[in-house]
């Protein structure tokens, strides 16, 4: 079985979660997830957990699976991960002007 170790976020011990085929911190408000204990995993389908990093606005980034991308909850920027570009326009209409259509590019 594989070995558990601290939460670089919280302190929390994390252990291997089955479920997630990945390492899962015990505290569920943090519930960062591993692949390893230097490796922080971005997404997990098994239970939808999803990284989050701050935007320079005061908001936070999380993934949005509509967008398949990361979507500040306060400003609405979008990004491709934590040291991505911002993204110029989104099929959800993000980056469009009154009016526009993404078709029309």
């Keep these: 079985m594989a070995k558990s170790f601290k939460c670089d976020k ?8 089955e479920r997630c085929q990945s390492f899962v911190c015990s505290n569920w408000q943090c519930g960062k ?12 389908k098994h239970c939808g957990y999803s990284k989050t990093f701050p935007c320079d606005c005061g908001g936070t980034f999380f993934f949005s699976t509509h967008c398949g ?6 400003c ?25 259509r993404l078709e029309e590019y």
Excluded at 33 to 43: A, I, N, P, Q, V
């Design 76 to 100: 609405d920027k979008h990004k491709t991960h934590e040291k991505g570009q911002t993204l110029a326009r989104c099929f959800c209409g993000y980056g469009l002007r009154a009016g526009e």
């Design 10 to 17: 919280c302190g929390n011990m994390v252990e291997w979660v």
């Design 69 to 74: 991308a990361y979507v500040c909850d306060r």
């Design 33 to 44: 997830h591993f692949w390893s204990e230097k490796s922080e995993r971005e997404l997990c």
